[in-house]
């Protein structure tokens, strides 16, 4: 199994940027598939960005072009750039993590605690 500690939320104006970065501990790092989902208090959580195979990624249509994931996989850590914040934006975010390719669907095994990201106008 593996554990996931979220860090680099925050505050921050709109158009602002923020940098989320995922802890990954435990089982191979490599073996896992990685995501970020974000959840606002009474909807659903929502898939925001995830590494696929052969690497490659896919974004929610709210972020595209303004956010970015990527991973070090000698660090065991995932990253969300986030760019041009807006308020909506505005949710606790999660990185996951699963063996199988979920990419947005929220299926993933194992989850962070996760970190809170405000925005505002």
């Known amino acids: 199994q593996v554990q996931l500690v979220e860090s680099g939320g925050g505050s921050v104006q709109a158009g602002g940027s923020l940098r989320l970065s995922c802890a990954a501990s435990?089982?191979?790092?490599?073996?896992?598939?990685m995501g970020w989902f974000r959840q606002v208090p009474g909807k659903e959580r929502e898939g925001v960005a995830a590494i696929r195979d052969r690497g490659l990624t896919t974004y929610a249509n709210s972020v595209k072009g303004r956010f970015t994931i990527s991973q070090d996989n000698f660090k065991n850590t995932l990253y969300l750039q986030m760019n041009s914040l807006k308020p909506e934006d505005t949710a606790i975010y999660y990185c996951?993590?699963?063996?199988?390719?979920?990419?947005?669907?929220?299926?993933?095994?194992?989850w962070g605690q996760g970190t809170q990201v405000t925005v505002s106008s």
């Open positions: 435990g089982d191979s790092y490599s073996d896992y598939y």
């Open positions: 996951a993590a699963d063996r199988a390719d979920y990419g947005l669907i929220n299926w993933y095994k194992y």
